[in-house]
């Protein structure tokens, strides 16, 4: 079997440095300071997810060793794709100019502002800093997305639609300031042996109803809930010495949750030089899907 192997991680959460930091307490000290990472004329004009997906990006990239010492990049525009989760990442923006609307009709808008309401426009910006011209989309549908565009980016590449891909999740917080600035994340992926893309049922769990009572008992019985034909996925990440949900520490993280999860397991594995990590998402019953995705290392001699 064919094998896709990403080769470079980043990280934009505040207090942490590299995605195995996921799984520790980090060092404010020395981690991510949104800031100053957020200021800067590259970050001018720019909502604060494309800020957020673009330090990620940039991490990324500089970990893969396909920058150069200028910040440009090395390979070929065209032949790298952009992929980006992100399921409220413009929100904010998109509140704000309905409230403008609402107060001032649309001539209170600014042509400027208003790309920054498409929910492409995370990809769309890390596009334009580093000449991908390769294929970008933006998944945003809930739960799994994070996990999704990694299949994604996968299968675009398995199909010969470019050789490589860049995977970005990214979700600020609804009121960005940085007094909360510990709730906003993005994340890039990492090296992993691709194994198979991720489980998508057609349908959520059953939900178990109550039976109802046995009309031709004299005493009523209480009514007990029907066996559901499938259990739900728990959304963490399970490791080969136990499992690690990252919404007990970061929230829901939503469409940044499945980046995230690859980054620190795929930081994981390369950490100790051998294992196999199982990032899952989805499947609750809020949810109406869920995905899975094994991440492995590879030795070659």
Same mark, same amino acid.
């Given at each position: 079997?064919?094998?896709?192997?990403?080769?470079?991680?980043?990280?934009?959460?505040?207090?942490?440095?590299?995605?195995?930091?996921?799984?520790? +307490?980090?060092?404010?000290?020395?981690?991510?300071?949104?800031?100053?990472?957020?200021?800067?004329?590259?970050?001018?004009?720019?909502?604060?997810?494309?800020?957020?997906?673009?330090?990620?990006? +940039?991490?990324?990239?500089?970990?893969?060793?396909?920058?150069?010492?200028?910040?440009?990049?090395?390979?070929?525009?065209?032949?790298?794709?952009?992929?980006?989760?992100?399921?409220?990442?413009?929100?904010?923006?998109?509140?704000?100019?309905? +409230?403008?609307?609402?107060?001032?009709?649309?001539?209170?808008?600014?042509?400027?502002?208003?790309?920054?309401?498409?929910?492409?426009?995370?990809?769309?910006?890390?596009?334009?800093?580093?000449?991908?011209?390769?294929?970008?989309?933006?998944?945003?549908?809930?739960?799994?997305?994070?996990?999704?565009?990694?299949?994604?980016?996968?299968?675009?590449?398995?199909?010969?639609?470019?050789?490589?891909?860049?995977?970005?999740?990214?979700?600020?917080?609804?009121?960005?300031?940085?007094?909360?600035?510990?709730?906003?994340?993005?994340?890039?992926?990492?090296?992993?042996?691709?194994?198979?893309?991720?489980?998508?049922?057609?349908?959520?769990?059953?939900?178990?109803?109550?039976?109802?009572?046995?009309?031709?008992?004299?005493?009523?019985?209480?009514?007990?809930?029907?066996?559901?034909?499938?259990?739900?996925?728990?959304?963490?990440?399970?490791?080969?010495?136990?499992?690690?949900?990252?919404?007990?520490?970061?929230?829901?993280?939503?469409?940044?949750?499945?980046?995230?999860?690859?980054?620190?397991?795929? +930081?994981?594995?390369?950490?100790?030089?051998?294992?196999?990590?199982?990032?899952?998402?989805?499947?609750?019953?809020?949810?109406?899907?869920?995905?899975?995705?094994?991440?492995?290392?590879?030795?070659?001699?």
């Amino acid at each position: 079997m064919k094998r896709i192997v990403v080769t470079g991680t980043g990280l934009a959460v505040p207090g942490l440095d590299r995605p195995l930091d996921l799984f520790g +307490d980090g060092s404010p000290a020395v981690g991510f300071d949104p800031a100053t990472a957020l200021k800067g004329k590259e970050m001018r004009g720019k909502d604060r997810a494309s800020r957020l997906g673009l330090c990620a990006a +940039d991490a990324a990239l500089r970990d893969a060793g396909l920058l150069a010492d200028d910040g440009t990049y090395r390979e070929p525009g065209e032949a790298t794709a952009v992929v980006v989760s992100s399921n409220l990442g413009t929100l904010e923006t998109a509140c704000e100019f309905t +409230d403008t609307v609402a107060r001032e009709t649309v001539t209170g808008l600014s042509p400027l502002g208003l790309p920054q309401t498409s929910s492409n426009v995370v990809a769309g910006w890390i596009a334009i800093r580093y000449g991908l011209r390769g294929p970008n989309l933006t998944v945003c549908n809930g739960a799994t997305s994070g996990l999704d565009a990694v299949h994604w980016a996968c299968h675009l590449i398995l199909a010969g639609r470019c050789r490589r891909a860049v995977v970005v999740g990214v979700e600020p917080p609804p009121r960005p300031s940085e007094s909360s600035s510990d709730r906003n994340r993005a994340t890039s992926p990492p090296p992993w042996s691709w194994r198979a893309p991720p489980t998508r049922p057609d349908e959520a769990p059953a939900r178990t109803r109550p039976s109802p009572p046995t009309p031709a008992a004299p005493t009523p019985r209480a009514p007990s809930p029907s066996p559901s034909p499938r259990s739900p996925v728990p959304v963490e990440l399970r490791l080969a010495t136990g499992h690690l949900d990252l919404t007990d520490r970061f929230g829901d993280c939503s469409g940044a949750l499945g980046v995230l999860q690859c980054a620190a397991g795929a +930081d994981h594995v390369r950490t100790h030089g051998t294992g196999a990590v199982l990032a899952v998402a989805g499947g609750t019953a809020a949810d109406d899907a869920a995905a899975a995705l094994l991440l492995t290392t590879e030795h070659r001699n």
